[in-house]
């Protein structure tokens, strides 16, 4: 089992940064990789953005792409989501979730159906 917890969402202005923090516990850090996902009322669960196990490799969403940045400090078995020019449209709640094994197909990254632990979430709001 892992154990999934999401801090640093909140309410700020567009165009300003945040950074959420996924803190893991339970199962081995390096055994899987972690992605983030993202939910706004009304919408399908959406992927953010992935970190594989090791770090070497990260997948983003085309339309966060330069403005986002994943990283993992397996140390401190956390995930971190660098958000910067933050925009009304970034407003969601954000999910962090881990794959049940260290390797999955390149393509599954992006779907939530390879993730097997979720986080409750973080709120996000970004006013215009």
């Known amino acids: 089992q892992v154990q999934l917890v999401e801090s640093g969402g909140g309410l700020v202005q567009a165009g300003n940064s945040l950074r959420l923090s996924c803190a893991a516990s339970?199962?081995?850090?390096?055994?899987?990789?972690i992605g983030w996902f993202r939910q706004a009322p009304g919408k399908e669960r959406d992927f953010v953005a992935a970190?594989?196990?090791?770090?070497?490799?990260?997948y983003y969403e085309d339309s966060v792409k330069g403005r986002v940045t994943i990283s993992r400090d397996n140390a401190k078995t956390t995930v971190y989501l660098q958000m910067d020019s933050l925009n009304p449209e970034d407003t969601a709640v954000y999910y962090c979730?881990?794959?049940?094994?260290?390797?999955?197909?390149?393509?599954?990254?992006?779907?939530?159906?390879?993730?097997?632990?979720w986080g409750q979430g973080t709120q996000v709001t970004v006013s215009s």
């Open positions: 970190i594989t196990w090791s770090g070497s490799s990260t």
């Open positions: 339970g199962r081995a850090f390096r055994s899987y990789a």
């Open positions: 979730a881990t794959t049940p094994t260290k390797i999955i197909p390149s393509s599954g990254y992006r779907m939530a159906r390879f993730y097997d632990y």
